[in-house]
């Protein structure tokens, strides 16, 4: 049997949300930024995705966080912001099968890499995080991930 990727499933999930009728509906957006750590420590590279859940239109927002853990999210390459609603959150961090860091320009495909967080974090039906954009824009998204889901 053939499982799907977690990562395809998700880029798949906001180009289908994206469409409109000729392709090119817009939306409203909002400035939305934040953090991310990892066992309290900020993280770098982490791949955040909002998928948009029910009731939300438009493609849901994407961003890489930074040395600090900082992210800005975009919902379109060229569109700085999200549409306000209600979104899951899935989180990923890439790397080559050996640990090393993933190359510019490397194929997630091609190269294999391997996600270095918790499955659970990057997984649309096991994920715990949820996020809320309000129409006036976030003071901060604040995510604290943990390399131990569930244990203290």
Not at 136 to 147: I, W
Request: with cysteine; glycine share 10%; aromatic share 6%.
């Amino acid at each position: 049997m053939h499982r799907l990727n977690p990562l395809f499933c998700s880029i798949l999930v906001l180009a289908l949300a994206s469409s409109g009728c000729d392709g090119t509906a817009t939306y409203d957006v909002v400035a939305a930024s934040g953090t991310v750590m990892l066992d309290n420590k900020p993280i770098e590279g982490v791949s955040v995705t909002l998928v948009p859940q029910r009731g939300i239109k438009g493609r849901g927002g994407y961003a890489t966080s930074s040395s600090d853990g900082t992210f800005t999210l975009q919902s379109a390459p060229e569109v700085n912001g999200v549409v306000p609603g209600n979104y899951l959150v899935l989180f990923r961090k890439y790397a080559m099968p050996d640990g090393s860091p993933v190359p510019p320009g490397t194929s997630a495909a091609d190269a294999n890499l391997i996600n270095q967080l918790p499955e659970i974090y990057s997984h649309p039906e096991k994920s715990p995080i949820y996020a809320t954009i309000p129409a006036t824009g976030p003071e901060g998204l604040s995510f604290q991930l943990s390399s131990r889901p569930g244990k203290r």
